[in-house]
């Protein structure tokens, strides 16, 4: 037994690190442990538990180190079994650290011992689970505890805004419902979730109705992080399918007997305005359609499919690199036929997505809603162009600007795909087109060029005419732009997020940081109105004549990959040339990047030969970037001289600056040595979205 001494010392510590290496050195000893050595090592674990003063830290040791007893064969049956009445007490403890390693245990007696042990303590954990769905916020507990959720409640019920009537206490309950821990019932669902892993197929047959119910029951809770544990117990029970094994029987498989169910309440959390349940829920929905025969994945497809598809293209990267890896499991090279298969339920949903409140929802439907457009067979879309456009029209005009410009760039591509069914909605769209054009996001600016010029390849010289005169209207505006930006110096002059333009303050002002209304990092979203919060219209400021002319550069840059508009797009060179001399006002700078960016894209437009006709008018705007203290637009200019340099060959190219102006050669070099070796595409490109 000394040879153990120190294992269990550091299982009994009150140091997380020290207990985790008391774990690795009992592991250690155990491979070399006789039958004598296991017997004394489960006696001592036992009266860990049975001390009367025993701290929480003692019995997450004893837990974890029963657990990895429980994993050697070695181990004997009198152990589990006078093991098992500890863990169900461990269950009931208030440290939640001790009831989740209770419920990892029970987890190791079921994979040992199978479903006998969830029979013989099915009647505990699921009235674990079933007393602990409801509770008030003033639950009982400690003096401290109730103050600090009194306390928390206040400040929920607060409102930033006098004149708001959003924010009542019934908000505050709610919102403290869906954000707050919920005691014991997650790691009652966590028991679960191990005992039914642990398991494995074998819990099959014990998966009833009564059991799905309580489990469909947590599905719909208030509390996201209840809804989340509820989707992974999901996630187990449906990989208990026996769809494997050799005397597989489909009617007796409960996966299968209770599909529709599952599939239902799947659908509900790929919709969930949580990412954390997305995810939770796409995990369970991956298990779900594996374990499936064939032939009843096509049942459940006008379902989930729908759903699946949308969240490919969601927001939050773990729930939309996760889906992408699923839809290419599930559905692997058919899953273009499948969506033109259920294209009707697609369509609904994209529909019902794109008036969501969650913002990032909305900007993932205007992106799937383009997707159908440039991938799916034109023939299968067109009954619904109609409707779909019209979603994109709502979507155009969104509080946030992210939606904004997946709309736009959405509209493009449809009207690309389907100019004659889009032709009814062109006089609204153009209006939205330039309005985007002239946004004040940048990336919204550059959308809408990109959108314009999918108009042009459209309708061509009908467009072609709106669309320059646009361009031409922008870049001899900016001789207008204020030399100042006092009529809007109390907002940050830093890019907005999520569309908020936020207001300059005195930081110093505590009353404006204290005792003002909560949101969760998780997602402001959710639980504001869509004219409010995050996307609230008012916080959007009017455009600049700048920003028109930057955008108007952008859309120079995309006609002039058009072939057919080569010669007008260098008859706009003059007037972009002039545009770019103006430099009274402070955001000159970015203009001038944004033309440094794009020069090099323009000119192989429009070929070589006739840029060179041109290209002495950007030298002094080109250099005067280049020398500028702002590192953005210098290092700007300086890859835009080494693209030139590329494209029209560096003898040629120096021979002009010589000829235009001499001193010019003195910062030849110092260009050359600061576009470095970057091969980066320049970051006013915006490649196709799909």
Known sequence: MATYVKSFELLCSSAKLERDKGVLELETKLKSADQNDYRTVENRLLKMFDTLC???????????????????????????????????????????????????????????????????????ILEGVKSNLERQP???????????????????????RQDSPQSSPKDAIEIFHDTAGWKSLETWMKCLQCVVDGCGPRFNKHIDQSLLNLIFQVLTHTNRFVRETGYYVCASLVNCSTKNSEDHDSQEDAIVFYGQQFAEHLAEGLADNWSQVRLASSVATRQFLLGLPKDEVETYQPLLVPRMCLNRYYVAEGVRIYSQETWQQVEGDEGKQIVEKNISHVVEFYESQTEADNHAVREAACACIAELGSKVDNDIVRPYVAQLLQCLLVCFQDDSWPVRDAACVACGNFVLCFPEESRSSMDALYVLFFENLQDNIPSVRQGSAVALGNVIRAYGKEASVKIIAKIKEGLSGVEQQPANSETYASFEKVPATYGVVKRVRDHHDDKSHTNQTMYSCGSLAPKMARGGGCMDHHFKRPS????????????????????????????LLPLLSQASTH????????????????????????????????????????????????????????????????????????GRIEQHNPSYLTHWNSGQSTAGQSNQRPTGFRPPVY
């Open 544 to 571: 600049e004549p700048w920003e028109l002319a930057e955008g108007c550069i952008h859309m120079i840059s995309e006609v002039s990959r058009i072939k057919e508009y080569a010669t007008e797009i260098s008859q």
């Open 138 to 160: 003033h639950f009982a507990g400690d003096e401290h505890e109730r103050h600090e959720v009194e306390h928390l409640l206040t400040k929920l019920s607060s409102s930033p």
């Open 583 to 654: 430099r009274h006002y402070i955001q000159h700078f970015n203009l001038l990047e944004t033309l440094c960016k794009q020069l090099s894209r323009i000119a192989e437009g429009i070929g070589k030969r006739t840029f060179k006709m041109h290209i002495e008018l950007f030298f002094d705007s080109i250099f005067y970037s280049l020398m500028s203290d702002n590192i953005l637009t210098s290092t700007a200019a300086g890859q835009c001289l080494q693209s030139l340099s590329q494209l029209i060959g560096p003898n040629i190219l120096k």
């Open 54 to 124: 025993t701290t929480w830290e003692t019995k997450h040791g004893a837990l974890i180190g029963s657990k990895t007893l429980l994993e050697h064969p070695e181990c004997s049956d009198d152990f589990s079994q006078k093991l098992q009445p500890n863990l169900m007490r461990c269950l009931e403890d208030n440290e939640s650290r001790v009831r989740l390693a209770a419920g990892e245990a029970m987890g190791k007696l079921c994979k040992r011992y199978g479903p006998d042990i969830y029979v013989t303590s099915k009647d505990v």
